[in-house]
T-cell receptor, first 118, second 112 residues
Framework: ETGVTQTPRHLVMGMTNKKSLKCEQH?????MYWYKQSAKKPLELMFVYSLEERVENNSVPSRFSPECPNSSHLFLHLHTLQPEDSALYLC?????????????????FGAGSRLTVL | QKEVEQNSGPLSVPEGAIASLNCTYSDRGSQSFFWYRQYSGKSPELIMS????GDKEDGRFTAQLNKASQYVSLLIRDSQPSDSATYLCAVRVDTGRRALTFGSGTRLQVQP
């Protein structure tokens, strides 16, 4: 258990469904991230929230909609997805905005949500 | 050019040997470098971080950084079958960004 909990662990949905992925961190971190991991490709950053404000958005299609109601919770709302969106979605968190050598860049990942779009 | 490049492998080494994993990055302004290990079906976990040129040792692991050559490596001494995993190199490529940029990972197989 890393202190970052993701639910559900597995999700199968049709292209017309609406579903949400949830992430919760118990580490006292103040930044949260969504990454997408597809087979044989690098982890792709999707969104970054710092102090509940979205600070990075990597040209993600609008069918993915993030929500960060507080510094401990992060959601990824999914609607009208495509089969190519099938992947492992990883949530991560980190602490603070300190300088070099601080914990600011140390990401702690959740176990991931394996999404299959039919 | 990819921002962070790794050989996908698999890299196969016998048990007890030294495994050497390499990573190159494109942004000369990069400041922070990390190695994550990811077992099959699991999430990445941090094993090493390095911020300045030279070597950093932690148990059987040694990270090496050469900013002039834009190169970072991970050495695993006395490799064990339990070290078999995918090793992800991650770089903070811009001081204005919080997130890390990852390579696609090198799969390591340690043969008993």
């Amino acid at each position: 258990e890393t202190g970052v909990t993701q639910t559900p662990r597995h999700l199968v949905m049709g292209m017309t469904n609406k579903k949400s992925l949830k992430c919760e961190q118990h580490l006292g971190h103040n930044a949260m991230y969504w990454y997408k991991q597809s087979a044989k490709k690098p982890l792709e950053l999707m969104f970054v929230y710092s102090l509940e404000e979205r600070v990075e958005n990597n040209s993600v299609p609008s069918r993915f909609s993030p929500e960060c109601p507080n510094s401990s919770h992060l959601f990824l709302h999914l609607h009208t997805l495509q089969p190519e969106d099938s992947a492992l979605y990883l949530c991560a968190s980190s602490l603070g905005s300190g300088g070099l050598g601080s914990g600011a860049n140390v990401l702690t990942f959740g176990a991931g949500s394996r999404l299959t779009v039919l | 050019q990819k921002e962070v490049e790794q050989n996908s492998g698999p890299l196969s080494v016998p048990e007890g040997a030294i495994a050497s994993l390499n990573c190159t990055y494109s942004d000369r302004g990069s400041q922070s470098f990390f190695w994550y290990r990811q077992y099959s079906g699991k999430s990445p976990e941090l094993i090493m971080s390095i911020y300045s040129n030279g070597d950093k040792e932690d148990g059987r692991f040694t990270a090496q950084l050469n900013k002039a050559s834009q190169y970072v490596s991970l050495l695993i001494r006395d490799s064990q079958p339990s070290d078999s995993a995918t090793y992800l190199c991650a770089v903070r490529v811009d001081t204005g960004r919080r997130a890390l940029t990852f390579g696609s990972g090198t799969r390591l197989q340690v043969q008993p």
